[in-house]
């Protein structure tokens, strides 16, 4: 062989999975779409022949659809709806146990099925109302998306417990351990809530992911749970920061320096100096025997400045300064008064949107 | 004489109640009302030697601040000068003084001062006006309670009864003042020295020092904390 033939070969060999990838891609993706509508057509045939009262042959499709191979894709809400179908034809063929244990496979998928009276009889829901005892199980209905006002509104939510049971439901924050309880008492049955969107606290929830969380328990000790996670985001408009207070580097020295009692000796020392220098101005031959009365403003000059600094050493606390700094506490504290006058004020435009998130768990 | 400065002096002060009237305001501007005692020391040498001659002064004085940056206070001052030197002589004194001081920055202001002053001897009556332009530095000695200044003034214009003016008049002040709520006090030391041209060989020297005491009480809405 070649190196030319050699080289080419490697190329083929090389293609040939990855053809074969995008061949069993091209496949897939018709046959899965045509799985689903199979098993749809198969329900709606097997429904349509329990209704024509052909409910051996429903009997065939029904157990098709829940084969495990069966090579049609089943869907959850398939598959109890198969499930229930199931029960019903085989409490009219008078198999009630085995009635029973499929209505409870349709109970345990989803508690929320239930039996229309108009449509199936008294023997298939007397089956399916002994499946409902012997079964537990709870459940929490995904939330419809939704926009509120969280101070008129409600979030409405729907549970169920099969039977009667002590039922809690809460909404807990993801990441959250403790829950706001939204429900606590015993209940059968389909129930309907509402969550004023606050948390415990009082305070609107923030936005965020949340679950639903029902649990129960019976009088046997039975008990189930169940969640479901939805999210909450805000739409209001922007808010302002607040100011955040002065810091010790932006505000003055309250206290004055130990060197401020001198320096107020010396501003005394200093006026008495002054004083003096104003009798300095005198005629030399009118100075006579000196100018007493310049002595007088010197003296009351240093016992200013003694004062002063007495004061100093007493009372170390620079009053200006203390004002100041609370002027300007003062005015950042009315600067973020206002804004959170603003802030309240959007608040009160605050919508809640309930994003519904994932299938129940 | 005398009358045309008890005139200018009245219509300094009408200046500020006529401008408060002006703006609407009727009442009276802010300022001190106060009494003034001072003790005065007068030398003079005529080329023969020291006369000196000193006394207790009484008087009062009006305060008004028509504005945050100007005051007009208008002072009388009047008493006997007893002689502390031979050849000097027992003699009256009276002065009326109007001085007008507007602050130019936060730690200086200017003055002018328009004098009249009067010397009532046995033989004489010698009668003095001057018109007087100066500045005072200042500030707080103890916060909020005590203020020092100190100013220099020159008098371009001085006038004596019966001789030529001098021929350098200068004077000097240091002052402490109180000003508070509702008392205006003040303590203030002044030099004023005037030479005179020589005459007939002698030449003339001449000065009054006085320290003044000041005890008021605060009148009118007060506008600013700054004392002067």
Known sequence: MTARAAASRRRCLTLVPSLALVALALAWSPRRAAAQGSTAESLAQATKLYEDLQVERALVLLRQVISPSSPFEVSHEQRVQAYTY???????????????????????????????????????????????????????????????????????????????????????????????????????????????????????????????????????????????????????????????????????????????????????????????????????????????????????????????????????????????????????????????????????????????????? | MRRQWIAAAMAALAIPCTRAAAQGRLTLPAGAVSFVTASADHRVDTGLGLERSAGPLFGAQLDLEPDERVMVSLRALGGTLNPKTPGAETRAVGELALTTRLDMVSWFRGTVT????????????????????????????IDKLLEASVGLSLAPVVRVS??????????????????????DLSLGYSLERYDFAASGGARRVEELSMLVFRAGLRIGARRGDSAR
Request: proline fraction near 6%.
């Open chain 1, 86 to 361: 199931l029960g019903a034809s085989l409490a009219i063929l008078g198999m009630r146990d085995s009635s029973i244990a499929y209505f409870r496979a349709a109970l345990e998928r989803d508690p929320f099925t239930d039996l229309d009276p108009t449509r199936f009889t008294e023997r298939e829901r007397s089956a399916f109302g002994e499946a409902r005892r012997r079964t537990l199980a709870v459940a929490a209905r995904p939330l419809l998306p939704r926009r509120i006002d969280p101070r008129t509104d409600a979030i409405p939510m729907v549970i169920v417990s099969t039977h009667a049971a002590a039922v809690h439901a809460e909404v807990v924050a993801a990441g959250d351990t403790t829950g706001v309880p939204v429900f606590d008492r015993e209940s059968e049955g389909v129930r309907e809530l509402s969550w004023n969107a606050r948390l415990a606290d009082g305070r609107i929830a923030p936005a965020g992911r949340y679950w639903l969380v029902v649990r129960g328990r019976d009088s046997t000790g039975l008990t189930d749970s169940a969640s479901v996670g939805f999210e909450l985001a805000h739409d209001l408009p922007a808010l302002e920061d607040s100011l955040l207070p002065p810091s010790e580097s932006e505000l003055l020295a309250e206290r004055w320096p130990r060197t401020s009692a001198y320096r107020q000796l010396g501003k005394g020392v200093a006026f008495a100096a002054a004083g003096l220098a104003v009798s300095a101005l005198g005629s030399g031959k009118l100075e006579g025997s000196g100018r007493p009365l310049a002595g007088g403003i010197a003296i009351a000059g240093v016992a200013a400045g003694i004062t002063g600094a007495v004061n100093r050493w007493r009372h170390p606390v620079n009053d200006a300064a203390v004002a100041t700094n609370q002027r300007r506490r003062d005015a950042i504290a009315a600067r973020n008064a206002g804004i959170a006058s603003r802030n309240a004020a959007r608040l009160a435009l605050l919508r809640i949107i309930v994003i519904p998130s994932g299938a129940p768990e």
């Open chain 2, 114 to 141: 328009a004098l009249g002053r009067s010397y009532d001897g046995p033989l004489a009556r010698q009668h003095w006006s001057e018109l007087s332009l100066g500045g005072e530095g200042h500030g707080m000695l």
């Open chain 2, 162 to 183: 019966g001789r030529d003016g001098p021929a350098l008049a200068v004077a000097g002040l240091a002052r402490l003042r109180h000003s508070g709520e509702r008392l």
